[in-house]
């Protein structure tokens, strides 16, 4: 995968090519500490474990939890109960290139950047809540060859 990044991780490159005489791979570039990497890569896949949205706080966006035995919604950072979520992209993504492949999770404004609309329009205006499936304007992104930022 190419990938490119701060000064710092640009050394480290240059030092491990020379004496590896290979490239890196992503999934090991990722573990360097104190670095922006960004890699072209083609988002092949979703991983559908986890939906593509979840119930955030409206005052600090962390997720809300549910009461034991409840239906009541309650901020885990104030404590507050019985608040109306705010819907929130979370995607985990497979990113692919010729080379290797590697998980990411893509969040809040960077995943309504990549995908051209809120989750906000597609949960509440839309009405699309179901986790188990992702909305066309999500699917859109498959197969496309971009830029991805990961600070490490």
């Not at 960004?38 to 988002?43: E, F, G, K, V, W």
């Not at 949205?53 to 109960?81: E, F, M």
Request: proline share 5%; aromatic share 12%.
């Amino acid at each position: 995968m190419f990938c490119d990044s701060s000064p710092p991780y640009k050394i480290w490159k240059q030092k491990w090519l020379t004496t590896q005489g290979l490239r890196p791979s992503v999934k090991f570039i990722l573990k360097i500490s104190g670095c922006s990497v960004i890699c072209r890569a083609t988002m092949t896949r979703f991983d559908t474990h986890n939906g593509w949205w979840y119930k955030a706080c409206p005052s600090c966006y962390k997720q809300l939890r549910t009461i034991s035995h409840t239906d009541r919604l309650v901020c885990p950072k104030h404590n507050t109960k019985d608040q109306a979520p705010f819907p929130w992209f979370s995607v985990g993504l497979i990113l692919e290139d010729a080379s290797d492949e590697t998980n990411a999770m893509i969040i809040v404004k960077a995943a309504e950047q990549l995908f051209g609309i809120s989750c906000y329009h597609l949960v509440v205006e839309k009405g699309f809540t179901r986790q188990e499936e992702f909305q066309d304007a999500i699917l859109r992104v498959r197969g496309h060859y971009k830029l991805y930022e990961s600070n490490c």
